[in-house]
């Protein structure tokens, strides 16, 4: 077997629980109020996401209407059973689980089967993918697994829609494509899942290994070349060597910081008999738990500051323990920022929330960040965007890395405590450590609660995204109050979706997210996602409305899969901010003073008309009273809906709004 693996086998997934929604308090802010997220009522039946209005791990099983019953699954992830953590009634742990193939008892089965099996134990309920005849064995096979296929239109959609229902149900979905040309299309996705840390299964076809290695038609070594975009890669040699492969790629998964996995595999392979004693064996370990004295180091670190600040990510998303997090930061009265593309972490309007960080963050949260005297980085990488060019943390800031795999990179100063935790793991301890014997400066308490009011007051100063909205008669919408009317218009429940592109910077700033679970943005900055991302996420919950927020750029890398949505059942909203334009690229062009408008001034489009030819509604909206209304009706159709939004040139950027005068059209 060719294997590849750029990591260390690592610790588990969490369990997938899902997490009510957390409100702002409304009198007393020590007791966050809980919203739940109402449960799932659309197909799959029972729903991928769990019905729990609690942070229990659910129980949910069997895919959806059209997709066989399945097998019992004795190594899903939605099945956690409580193992050594402290009692709670309100969250079950991350478990060991035994990764065995439920299915390993049913009798002869060919190879395409097996693999089938082995991704439904793992959780798999979704199957993205452009068919080819590579892998017919596999596509046969997943339907009798119960794995519901969903054809689109381009692989790196399907691969951005298996990424899409890893993130937003911590559950890996698998996307496929054929050879070469399908593994090349997939790549994107595979990026993404593994900026993201989403876990993913992107399956291959090869070459039949008779004509391995004579670049053959649509060969190439996929491991090496696609298969280095993910966290693991392997191509099985032999039928016996398939059920250790999937073993493994299920640990590499959903095991340490989760991820995507790449498996190429023979055409040839796929229709052969499975050795009768293959089972797919392999257990995950338990979380990793963190030590006595190294909470102790945390909240030390924390309760002796003026200034600390808690920098959270998608680990505590993953884990489903956002009230973990609001507690803890209560008790310690510790404010909150999100990572990039992490804002839906807590309710935005929390007093302790003070923004997110990253590209298009309100100026705010950078000063408050370079401020702090200490700081937790928890379930969160420092990525590029979110360390403001690994700024942060600063020079003068004591922190704290409490993550699955913390980093030790070069050009980061090593954090003064790193804990390799499991977020939920993490907060528990903490928070029980914090309700028992810690004992907590009260004038230091005093002084942070007073900052606290202080620098949601900047927060909320600097997040403004329509200040001058009244004064704005056109032409086209203004972005920002384009943002705010979403906001409320929506139900908490909405789930948001996002592209890449400057449009999205009045999202980022501006809108409030109450919910976890409410926002899909790839870390990777990736264009083309917004809109197979909203599609996954509609097909998850078929009763919340999905928004996906796309530039004209982006949407036309993607809008194919509005025939998808439409085929599907996915009932999306899609607004196009459209400038006609590549705006970001045209920014930077300008900032340099060379190259104005080389490949980044485009045409126009009739994305509403479009959106009309692939089974959705289409219209098309030039200002600022015709938004709601769009929106309002939107809301209510039993289709998509691809809402247009004409946006004048002079919208740079959230940080460059037009000026009354003049547009640069
Ligand atoms: C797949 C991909 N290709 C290229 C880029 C580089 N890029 C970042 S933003 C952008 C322009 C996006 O245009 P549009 O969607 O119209 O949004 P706008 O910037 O105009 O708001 C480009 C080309 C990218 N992020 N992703
Ligand atoms: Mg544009």
């Not at 090869?206 to 491991?223: K, M, N, S, T, Y």
């Not at 073993?247 to 392979?269: H, M, N, T, Y």
């Not at 003073?593 to 959106?611: K, N, P, S, Y």
């Amino acid at each position: 077997m060719t294997e590849r693996s750029i990591e260390a086998p690592g610790d588990p997934a969490p369990d997938f629980a899902d997490e009510p929604g957390l409100e702002a308090p409304a009198a007393a802010p020590e007791e966050p109020a809980q919203d739940d997220i109402p449960p799932p009522t659309g197909e799959p039946a029972a729903t991928d996401e769990p019905a729990a209005t609690e942070d229990v791990a659910s129980t949910e099983d069997v895919a959806s209407t059209e997709a066989p019953a399945a097998t019992e699954d004795l190594a899903s992830n939605d099945e956690p059973v409580e193992v050594q953590e402290p009692a709670a009634t309100d969250e079950l742990a991350p478990t060991e689980e035994p990764a065995t193939d439920a299915a390993a008892d049913v009798g002869p089965r060919t190879v395409g089967r097996l693999i089938a099996d082995a991704l439904r134990s793992a959780g798999v309920r979704y199957a993205f993918t452009v068919p080819g005849e590579s892998f017919l064995g596999l596509l046969d096979a997943l339907g009798d697994a119960g794995i519901r296929v969903v054809a689109t239109r381009h692989e790196g959609a399907a691969a951005f829609m298996a990424e899409a229902h890893g993130q937003l149900t911590g559950r890996p979905a698998a996307c496929l494509g054929t050879r070469a040309v399908g593994s090349a299309n997939l790549a994107i996705g595979i990026h993404t899942a593994r900026q993201d840390s989403t876990p993913m299964f992107a399956l291959v076809g090869q070459v039949a290994r008779a004509h391995r290695g004579r670049e053959a038609f649509q060969e190439i070594d996929q491991v090496a070349t696609i298969g280095g975009l993910a966290k693991w890669a392997a191509e099985p040699a032999s039928a016996e060597d398939v059920a250790p492969a999937m073993a493994e790629a299920i640990r590499q998964a959903l095991g340490g910081r989760p991820g995507p996995v790449f498996l190429s595999l023979a055409e040839d392979l796929l229709d052969e008999p499975a050795p009768s004693d293959a089972r797919v064996e392999g257990a995950r370990p338990g979380p990793t738990r963190p030590a006595e004295g190294e909470i102790r180091a945390v909240i030390e670190l924390l309760a002796s500051a003026e200034r600390p600040v808690i920098l959270a990510g998608g680990g505590v998303l993953r884990a489903r323990t956002s009230t973990e997090l609001l507690r803890f930061a209560d008790l310690l009265q510790v404010p909150v920022i999100a990572a990039w593309r992490r804002a839906d972490l807590i309710s935005n309007d929390h007093p302790l929330y003070l923004g997110m960080a990253g590209l298009g963050a309100a100026p705010s949260v950078r000063e408050r960040l370079a401020d702090a005297d200490a700081m937790l980085v928890l379930g969160c990488r420092l990525s590029q965007p979110t360390s403001y060019d690994d700024a942060i943390p600063a020079e003068t800031t004591r922190w704290a890395h409490v993550d699955l795999e913390p980093v030790r990179a070069a050009g980061l100063r090593p954090a003064d405590v790193a804990v390799a935790a499991d977020a939920r793991a993490f907060l528990r301890a903490a928070n029980e450590r914090l309700l028992g014997k810690a004992v907590l400066d009260a004038e230091l308490v005093r002084r942070r609660q007073a900052n606290n009011v202080d620098d949601r007051a900047a927060w909320e100063t600097s997040s403004v995204v329509d200040a001058d909205a009244d004064a704005w008669t056109g032409p086209g919408v203004h972005p920002g109050r384009v943002i705010t009317t979403l906001r409320r218009v929506l139900p908490d429940d909405a789930i948001l979706t996002t592209d890449a592109g400057n449009f999205a910077g009045w999202a980022g700033r501006g809108f409030r997210f109450r919910k976890p679970g409410t926002f899909l943005g790839p870390t990777s900055g990736s264009m083309g996602y917004g809109i197979p991302a909203a599609i996954a996420a509609s097909l998850v919950h078929r009763d919340r409305p999905v928004v996906a927020l796309v530039g004209d750029g982006g949407m036309a890398m993607t809008m194919a899969e509005l025939e998808t949505a439409n085929r599907e059942h996915a009932r999306i909203i899609v607004l196009v901010f459209d400038n006609e334009r590549f705006g970001t690229i045209r920014m930077w062009q300008d900032d340099r003073g060379t190259g104005e408008g080389v490949a980044t001034e485009l045409g126009a489009v009739d994305f509403a008309a479009i959106g009309r030819a692939m089974g959705a509604r289409g219209v098309r909206v030039e200002r600022d009273a015709d938004v709601e209304p769009a929106i309002r009706q939107a809301l209510v159709e039993e289709r998509s809906t691809v809402i247009q939004l004409a946006l004048d040139r002079a919208w740079v950027s959230v940080d460059r709004p037009a000026a009354q005068t003049g547009t640069t059209s």
